[in-house]
């Protein structure tokens, strides 16, 4: 897998995210340690358990032996993100002993994705953990953790598909973080791709409603955000009931929230190419603050693999595609997923990705090993490709991702980029921003304040982040 930095994504097999909160119930201070494998939409769940799990007292602990609750948000996108939850389970059990011997409990949940594919399995494997809860189910933590508390240590396992969306019983957005913030707006599938695991984990397409949407970006800027990325497995399938009683699609709420005082950036991911419509295309031409960046998974750059994996476009529909979206803005920067080794896939097939790849060039693009899924169509299908030829493969594509991004990061030394203030850097003074295509931008400027967007003149690039000074340090 690659990986820029600068990128939003934290994918299974990458970097992982921690969140920690505490709490005093009668008095006694508890606390929580959350780690967050996979996607963006588990780091947005993350930050809801938090939500949830601060007015009952609880309090953030660093590091997992100073918790009373252990959350591991888990992915199960592919094997090794599963397996990894595994491993980091023994560990748990490890400090579960030793908090015992010093009489002292310690509940284990495990949440997200595994959870809700493999949750009998995960306590039969696994015998430190107290509650497994699938992703529609959070809203339910602080009553479970309450009953895994007062029980004897007999699991509880919570992975229903509940009638009514856990959105609706989620308290309101504390202040984020930083200057951006993520918000789910869609979850769940209807598209059963042959090599996804998603429409079995999250379920059926779910489009909150609009309102709810705009309540919390609302909150969101209130609390200091001004970048939002609206979250979805399906994203740009929006189709949420607006006020006016019709449905919304994803091109009138991007509308709707530019209009908000102070949300000065709006981005979604991720995005499936069958549904850019002409509303969503039209809206990148219009609407000034949705950047120009997309992430829009093309998979294979062969159309034989792309009909095998139900994927439902051609090459030539996503050509087309990003035409009609680059016609509406031409500075737009795409980046994508691809599969390597999808069963039947031939090297004739791996070389229409190579080609493709080639002449979309991404900006930046995550590559994967084809993962077999238990109860996925591909996990049986009997043509699979061996280990070597997968491996031999991705190389190759990553060698072309890697020079493409470089090129595309070289190619902005000389340009001024708008770029958002995100946090102090390493050395006094230096500033670590964020440009309109993600990238993260190195800055030595003491005036200037986190949140704030200033032109920055690029002057330097590496493949994974850019560097520069304000541009009017540069006016002659
Ligand atoms: N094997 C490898 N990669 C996968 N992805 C999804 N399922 C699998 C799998 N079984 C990749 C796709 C998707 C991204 C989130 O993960 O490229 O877009
Ligand atoms: Fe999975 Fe995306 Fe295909 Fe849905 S559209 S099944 S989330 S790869």
């Given amino acids: 897998m690659s990986s820029p930095a600068g990128c939003l994504r934290s994918r299974s097999g990458g970097a992982m995210t921690r969140s920690t909160i505490t709490s005093t119930e009668n008095g006694v201070t508890r606390r929580v340690y959350v780690k967050t494998y996979g996607c963006q939409m588990n780091v947005y769940d993350s930050v809801r358990m938090a939500d949830l799990l601060a007015p009952l007292g609880f309090s953030k602990a660093e590091r997992p032996q100073d918790a009373d609750l252990v959350i591991l948000n888990t992915c199960h996108i592919r094997e090794k993100a599963s397996e990894k939850v595994y491993s980091?389970?023994?560990l748990m059990r490890r400090l579960k002993m030793a908090k015992a011997e010093r009489g002292a409990r310690m509940i284990v949940a495990v949440t997200g994705c595994v959870a809700q594919a493999e949750g009998a399995e995960i306590m039969h494997r696994a015998?430190?953990?107290?509650?497994?809860?699938g992703p529609q189910n959070y809203h339910r933590l602080p009553e479970l953790v309450a009953k895994a508390l007062r029980s004897g240590g007999d699991?509880?396992?919570?992975?229903?598909?509940?009638?009514?969306?856990?959105f609706d019983f989620l308290p309101e957005a504390a202040a984020p973080e930083g200057v951006t913030a993520f918000l789910t707006i869609q979850e769940?599938?209807?598209?059963?791709?042959?090599?996804?695991?998603?429409?079995?984990?999250?379920?059926?397409?779910y489009s909150r409603p609009a309102m709810q949407v705009l309540a919390e970006a609302r909150q969101l800027v209130r609390?200091?955000?001004?970048?939002?990325t609206l979250l979805g497995q399906n994203v740009n399938a929006y189709h949420g009931k607006g006020p006016d009683g019709r449905v919304w699609t994803l091109g009138e709420l991007i509308r709707r929230l530019a209009e908000l005082p102070g949300l000065a950036r709006i981005r979604y991911t991720t995005s499936h190419p069958r549904d850019v419509d002409d509303d969503l295309v039209a809206a990148h031409r219009e609407v000034p603050q949705l950047m120009p960046f997309l992430h829009l998974p093309v998979q294979s750059g062969s159309d034989r693999v792309l009909a095998v994996m139900n994927r439902r476009y051609t090459t030539s529909e996503y050509r087309r595609t990003v035409e009609r979206l680059r016609s509406a803005r031409s500075d737009l920067a795409l980046s994508t997923d691809l599969i390597v080794g999808h069963p039947g896939e031939k090297e004739e097939d791996f070389r229409d990705t190579l080609d493709l790849v080639g002449e979309i060039k991404f900006a930046q693009?995550?590559?994967f090993k084809y993962s077999p899924r238990p109860g996925t169509p591909a996990a049986s299908a009997t043509n699979q490709v061996p280990e070597q030829a997968k491996s031999e493969r991705l190389a190759a594509l990553q060698t072309l991702i890697v020079?493409?991004?470089?090129?595309?990061?070289?190619?902005?030394?000389?340009?001024?980029?708008?770029?958002?203030?995100?946090?102090a850097g390493k050395h006094e003074g230096q500033i670590v921003g964020r440009s309109p295509y993600l990238q993260s931008v190195h800055i030595t400027a003491a005036r200037y304040r986190i949140g704030e967007i200033a032109p920055v003149r690029i002057t330097a690039a590496s493949t994974t982040s850019l560097s520069g000074a304000i541009a009017e340090a540069f006016a002659i």
């Fill in 88 to 90: 980091e389970l023994g």
């Fill in 127 to 133: 015998r430190c953990v107290d509650l497994v809860v």
């Fill in 155 to 166: 699991g509880i396992i919570e992975t229903n598909f509940p009638a009514v969306p856990k």
């Fill in 188 to 205: 769940g599938c209807d598209k059963f791709c042959s090599f996804c695991v998603v429409p079995y984990t999250r379920g059926a397409e």
């Fill in 223 to 228: 609390g200091g955000a001004r970048e939002i």
């Fill in 365 to 367: 693009a995550f590559s």
């Fill in 403 to 423: 020079t493409q991004q470089r090129e595309f990061n070289l190619s902005c030394i000389g340009r001024v980029l708008p770029v958002l203030f995100a946090k």
